[in-house]
């Protein structure tokens, strides 16, 4: 149980962080949920109110820009303000591109480094400076680490960005807290949708052993158990895809 705990979630208005949001209030944990465009403000503070409501925890909501500064302090301050505390930061911000690296523009490039790498950076350096004593931090990335192929140049570029800055804030910290990442299979959700074709995502369904993509209920529970009983771990990259890829020895 997270009774007495506090979590902030980003990307908590849709996909793996919305259902994360839920599992941990089940739990009993407080939350604080991101989200980065302002028109998802009605839908995050509706899912936050029915959280409350359903599980009897206290909630809150946030907007902001990641890849700002003032923005993530911002974050994790309301986190204490709101809580006292923070023990749990799980961070879903993301951006996909699948494009020809010959083909990427600079413009493409420098976004794809601001979303993945420099929010995540900031995302750290704040749970270093704010979390609590055995808190914990998880990182989206994606199995693609694994993976000999065309087209994410970039995106595995600054993913493997992600992994190293969480590997090396888990030997840095001057606290009880554990870093690490979890890099899901291709999932089943718009993110992916918007980058491939219909044969190359049956491929992938072919890659796992179960025959399908991953779905976001197959990660929440990994969430769970880095923060509640992988307490041991840290500095770790767990690969949750069915098969679809592997790290080499």
Request: proline share 2%; aromatic share 10%.
């Amino acid at each position: 149980m997270f009774s007495g705990k506090a979590t902030i979630i980003t990307g908590a208005n849709k996909n793996l962080g919305k259902q994360t949001a839920e599992a941990f209030a089940k739990e009993g944990s407080d939350l604080l949920l991101h989200y980065h465009s302002s028109s998802s403000a009605a839908e995050t503070k509706k899912l936050a109110d029915e959280l409350a409501k359903k599980y009897g925890v206290t909630t809150a909501t946030y907007q902001g820009d990641l890849s700002t500064e003032d923005a993530t302090s911002g974050l994790f301050d309301l986190g204490i303000k709101s809580f006292g505390k923070v023990d749990f930061a799980i961070n879903n911000v993301g951006m996909v591109l699948r494009k020809s690296l010959a083909d990427i523009s600079l413009d493409e490039y420098n976004k794809m480094i601001s979303v993945n790498v420099t929010a995540s950076f900031l995302f750290l350096r704040e749970a270093e400076r704010k979390l609590a004593q055995d808190g914990s931090v998880v990182m989206l990335t994606t199995s693609l680490l694994g993976a000999y192929t065309d087209g994410y140049s970039v995106y595995q570029a600054a993913k493997s960005a992600v992994y190293w800055l969480t590997k090396t804030a888990s030997k840095d910290t001057k606290k009880k807290i554990t870093y690490n990442c979890i890099s899901p299979g291709p999932m089943d959700t718009p993110f992916l949708y918007g980058q491939e074709n219909d044969q190359r995502i049956e491929f992938f369904k072919t890659q796992a052993v179960n025959g399908r993509l991953t779905e976001v209920q197959d990660i929440v529970p990994i969430i769970k158990f880095i923060v509640k009983d992988g307490k041991w771990m840290t500095g770790q990259n767990l690969y949750a895809n069915n098969g679809f890829t592997a790290p080499s020895a």
